[in-house]
């Protein structure tokens, strides 16, 4: 099966080097930020999570940074593979009993040797 | 692989036909959502249940509805099904109500001819 077919901002990144995901969230009550990546006919990956009490958290190979003030989120991949290339999606959630997620538009990653 | 289990994989039916579509939430998750991704709308919050009972509910159609059984497995119901509801439909879990960690499935992908 195939990924998404949405017009989706596309970022190019050369194979070794740093990339920089950015994404705008809306809801300055959300209690959480997630990134996840989607490779093509698969379903969302969960990558890293952030409270929102927290500015940065990292994982491997991934840093998700969060400006509370601008409401921005992004996510840094370092060294980035060839198998990084996917659609990256930011998402954000409530606390309380009832915690669905709101997804951005997504980001497609191309990485090129 | 998530431990998030959806069946069927592929769907092709008519317009007007009706379908259910089945998750297995990972083992001890509590939660799960369903999220519809079509190619101009992204990822779209349908429906969550918690342990039996609705929880949240998106923008889910009046002509879809879901359930949540005694051994935690869901079934999303579409009925009278139009050419623009043919999308991914993904099940998501969780152990928690406010769980910020929702494991996807792989989807089904729904074509209404």
């Known amino acids: 099966g195939e990924s998404v077919g949405l017009h989706l901002p596309t970022l190019s990144v050369q194979e070794g080097d740093n990339s920089i995901i950015n994404c705008a969230y809306s809801?300055?009550?959300?209690?959480?930020f997630i990134w996840y990546k989607q490779e093509s006919g698969k379903g969302p990956q969960f990558i890293i999570d952030?409270?929102?009490?927290?500015d940065k958290r990292q994982g491997q190979r991934v840093t998700v940074l969060l400006n509370k003030t601008v409401k921005h989120l992004s996510l840094q991949i370092a060294a980035t593979q060839p198998g990084d290339s996917a659609v990256y999606f930011c998402?954000?959630?409530?606390?309380?009993?009832?915690?669905?997620?709101?997804f951005g538009t997504g980001t497609r990653l191309q990485v090129t040797l | 692989d998530s431990g998030v289990t959806q069946t069927p994989k592929h769907l092709i039916t008519a317009t007007g036909q009706r379908v259910t579509l089945r998750c297995s939430p990972r083992s001890g998750d509590l939660s799960v959502y369903w999220y519809q991704q079509s190619l101009d709308q992204g990822l779209q919050f349908l429906i969550q249940?918690?342990?039996?009972?609705?929880?949240a509910k998106g923008n889910i159609l009046e002509r879809f509805s879901a359930q949540q059984f005694p051994d935690l497995h869901s079934e999303l119901n579409l009925s009278s099904l139009e050419l623009g509801d043919s999308a991914l439909y993904f099940c998501?879990?969780?152990?928690?109500?406010?769980?910020?960690?929702?494991?996807f499935g792989q989807g089904t992908r729904l074509t209404v001819v």
């Open positions: 998402a954000e959630g409530g606390a309380g009993t009832a915690s669905k997620l709101t």
């Open positions: 809801n300055s009550a959300s209690d959480y």
């Open positions: 952030i409270r929102s009490n927290m």
């Open positions: 998501a879990s969780s152990p928690r109500q406010g769980s910020s960690e929702a494991f």
């Open positions: 249940y918690y342990n039996g009972e609705e929880r």
